[in-house]
């Protein structure tokens, strides 16, 4: 073995070793166990994110795949319809080029040349993570196979009813000329105007004033809105007033949507461009009347003087012109909400236009059912009443998106807009019996991106065809996700799933927090605080970390502020640190809480941890040897074998517990206790008492020997679903020693509970033992006693088990607290120190250990410090000034520090006590 743990010379020889020997591919034995990869989308490389539920999935993989079962994780990538054709749309601008100068043929083949790349770019990274994905099974959500499953789906749905072509109001993307759904929407509070407008009465020299945050869209106005029981307006219900700018007359109408505590309680119905104003348009009866462009320019439905304008350029105007006619009231300053497109961040518009709908509320039916009657769960439990929420609530789904780079609608209409729906032109022509002249033409517009993905886990299996694959593997086991698509995705694939399977589409519904930055803060580009996997993986200089901080922003005062924090972040760049140290520290992260804050300091602790077991095989290695070690002589054991067999068997239990409820964060608190604490601080001490003690018998050291071996051996077996590579490299070089002979420890068996193993009275043994240490090691580092400087003790009180356990285990005491001497005596003669356990007094005598004089000149010179300190910070919060100037979190800091100092002040006399009795 190498003297130092080097992940580089070990990750990607072992990763291909894998990859070609076929050990990710599912079994023939074994109960099913099958997970699906959220598909990453196909725009560029995977994020933290990506690599925090990776490394979950691989756990949950590779821990079932050695208990024995037939494990498939399915992986691919996602086209990503608007997201995709966004990138390469922007390429094609670089380049001074639009889609729609190349053409719609020729932009798609531009697509799939950036999708090949891309995804082979995706699939290295998860290589690198070390996912056991079976790589030759890896789909696309646009292979023939998924998009035949795709069509089938549309025309079934469309045959029954359930998707319908409609105009409708869509959240409309004004960048990317595209409908969006509303979870593609995200509002956020910024700061508007609400413009009081005087709207003339028709036939009455009086006027009603109407609050708006959007005054561009009166020209769209078809009604005024009062409620019916405001006392103020109901005289003027059913009368009508004059729409300015224009020369329309709009009615007056009563209805209970209005708030009359809102403006001045009257409100401006324009059904075309709000959602709320839509249905009372719908409820009264009310023209609709769309006056934006699909860019958001004005048309021709609003006066001739504002048509072609920029929406905003038409509000400056019409706010100009409305207060030329004295018709402003006033405007004041007010915060609202605005929706923006998640990718495009410019302001959508509620828009009039035909677009294809799913009717989700049949479907919505049966997905409620399934999580009700237990069939589906969610982990943690919380998110339940969430799904409910939405489900219970649930509007019509907008499918289709006006972009060229997706599945495209499989519907053709005739020159009378009539629709035809059916896997192809001459299907079509077929199915609804027309004539060979009749001419057609497909949709243009393709489906929502999420329509293909809620088919993933049963059509990535071969659906619709009767597949092995999906009878075997479907329904799946657990989704990995993230709370924030639990509506985009979830929900949508466990009603498509029971709609087409007749079937749920996985038992359990695992939900991860997301990952921030140290601050709790959201990781983006603008930010300036992204880090990616690869990077704490293989290392990245400064220069190359600000490189890929700053690439693409446009704006010289954000980069100046990205590159000074990043300077001061990571003066010296990123160190290298593995994959196995990245997927450690993601999976202690997994704790049950919605926000996951990355620290590198947890990373650089993982980091320690394999550096730590690496230097703990290199001992045993070095103890143990084919020539010294007789596999078959195991009776005499020490107490130090049977305690850490007892340990192992409980840690073994703890593990299996907790990857049971999908406590990753418990997973790995375990294993590093009894690795770091147990197996190596103790286990590996208690070994060389034995192992070097000339009163030990060969057998012992024997026994040791083996132990040693076979820990060593279980715990790498036990720790490999979370870090594959350091314990596939290990075991390699422990397993041929145990006369184990075979290729990987990924196909040995996990550790299982062996009950005959565990030893409450040893373990009890032990942890005296341990105590007993603890307080000696605490008495030397307070008294200032070299380590190597051996002790003479005295025994006095304690129960006949504290006696006779100091007899027992008199040798473990010499070693590890570093005795010379233990006697039992009722009063030493000698100044000393005690150590308390429980009962038991442990008398260690002062003479020669420690120069007394000049113990007692530092703990005075310390005491006069912090008296000092004390009394400064007491006279510092006893001053008003201070008091009412400073922020209350500096104020509250200072009286920490208050009862810290008293705290370590009595500590200190507590020690000058204790040895000024020392002659």
Known sequence: MEKTYDPHAIEQTLYKHWEASGYFHPGKKGTPYCIMLPPPNVTGSLHMGHGFQNALMDALIRFHRMKGDNTLWQGGVDHAGIATQMVVERQLLAKGKTRRELGREKFLEKVWAWKNESGDTINRQLRRLGSSIDWSRSRFTMDEGLSQAVQKVFIDLYDEGLIYRGHRLVNWDTKFHTAISDLEVINEEEDGHLWYIRYPLVNSPDVLIIATTRPETMLGDTAIAVHPDDTRYQHLIGKKAKLPLTDREIPIIADEYVDPEFGTGCVKITPAHDFNDYEVGKRHQLPIINILTFDAHINENAPEKYQGMDRFEARDKIVEDLKALELIEKIEKHKLKVPRGDRSKTIIEPWLTAQWFVKTKPLAETAIKAVEDGDIRFIPDTWTKTYFQWMYNIEDWCISRQLWWGHRIPAWYDEQGNIYVGENEENVRAKYKLEATLPLRQDEDVLDTWFSSALWPFSTLGWPENTAEFNTFYPTNVLVTGFDIIFFWVARMIMFGLKFTGKIPFHEVYVTGLIRDQEGQKMSKSKGNVLDPIDLIDGVSLDDLLKKRTFGLMQPEMEKRIKEQTCKQFPNGIAAHGTDALRLTFCSLASTGRDIRFDLGRLEGCRNFCNKLWNAARYVLMQTDMANCDLTQ?????????????????????????????????????????????????????????LTSPKTTEEEKNATKVTLLTTLETLLRLLHPLIPFITESLWKEVSPLLQIHSDTIMLEQYPALDESKLDADVEADIEWIKKVVFGLRNLRSEMNIPPSKQLAIYINQGSEQDQSRIQMHQQYLKDLAKLQSIETTTHPTDACATVLVETLEIAVPFADLIDVQAEKDRLNKEIQKLEKELSHVKNKLSNENFIARAPEAIVKKEQTHIQELQTALQQLHEKLESIKTIA
Not at 645 to 654: A, D, G, K, V
Not at 656 to 674: A, G, P, S, V, W
């Open 634 to 690: 195991t009776k005499a054991k020490s107490l130090a074998d049977r305690w850490i067999e007892s340990r192992l068997q409980r840690t073994i239990l703890s593990v299996h517990q907790h990857f049971n409820d999908y406590r990753f964060d418990l997973i790995t608190q375990n294993m590093y206790e009894f690795t770091w604490h147990e197996f190596c601080d103790w286990y590996l001490e208690l070994s060389k008492t034995v």
